[in-house]
Every structure is written in C-alpha cells, then in structure tokens.
Nanobody
Framework: QVHLVESGGGLVQPGGSLRLSCLVS????????IGWFRQAPGKEREGISC????????FYDDSVKGRFIISRDNAKNAVYLQMSSLKPDDTAVYYC????????????????WGQGTQVTVSP
C-alpha cells in the first residue's frame, strides 16, 4: 500500500523559508514521479513542482520558479520542497502526490496523495 506523509509546514513571515518533506512508503520514489500541489481556501488545487522518476527532471509552475526547489533522496525514499522568498499568496495546504507515469503539474496524473501540510505566510 502506498502512503505519502507531508511535514514541515508552519507559520512563516513574508520573505522567509520553509522546507517541506514528503516521506513515501510502499513504492520507490526513484521509479515514480512525485509532485507538489497546493490548495488555498476557495481556490482549486494547483500543481507547483514535480520531479520525474528515472530521469530526475524537474518542473515548476511560473508562480514558484526561482523561489522553490524540488529534490529527492532515494535512500530516504523522500522528496523535498525547499521554499524561499515566501509570499502571503503562497499560503495554502501543500500536498505531495505520486504517479506511475510521467511527471506533470496536472493533478489528474497522480494516483496517490498525502494528507497535506498547512503553510501560512503572514507578518
């Protein structure tokens, strides 16, 4: 059974940083695409970054490009999202998800989801 558990969320001031972790069990992350998504109140879930399985290619939405970095640690079976220069607009619940197919920022491409971690950016 596949499980994804996010951690690392919290309250941070604008301009601050956080690192989110996604610990995966049941599948090997180096054979799955892992994506990070977020959903703010009243808004649809949006894909912000993903990393492919074998090729280790990374992709970012324009809203986070240059500020967020996705990485993977195969030994720990984990994927991370380093977030810097955070803005109030980054406030959302952040989810990680796993896909057996190619990396995509579309939520439709993912089969397994974590429960999410809250990120709040506020003075």
């Amino acid at each position: 059974q596949v499980h994804l558990v996010e951690s690392g969320g919290g309250l941070v001031q604008p301009g601050g940083s956080l690192r989110l972790s996604c610990l995966v069990s049941g599948v090997a992350v180096d054979y799955y695409a892992i994506g990070w998504f977020r959903q703010a109140p009243g808004k649809e879930r949006e894909g912000i970054s993903c990393i492919s399985g074998v090729d280790n290619d990374t992709f970012y939405d324009d809203s986070v490009k240059g500020r967020f970095i996705i990485s993977r640690d195969n030994a720990k079976n984990a994927v991370y999202l380093q977030m810097s220069s955070l803005k109030p607009d980054d406030t959302a619940v952040y989810y990680c998800a796993a896909s057996k197919f190619g990396a995509t920022l579309s939520a439709l491409g993912y089969h397994f989801w974590g429960q999410g971690t809250q990120v709040t950016v506020s003075p």
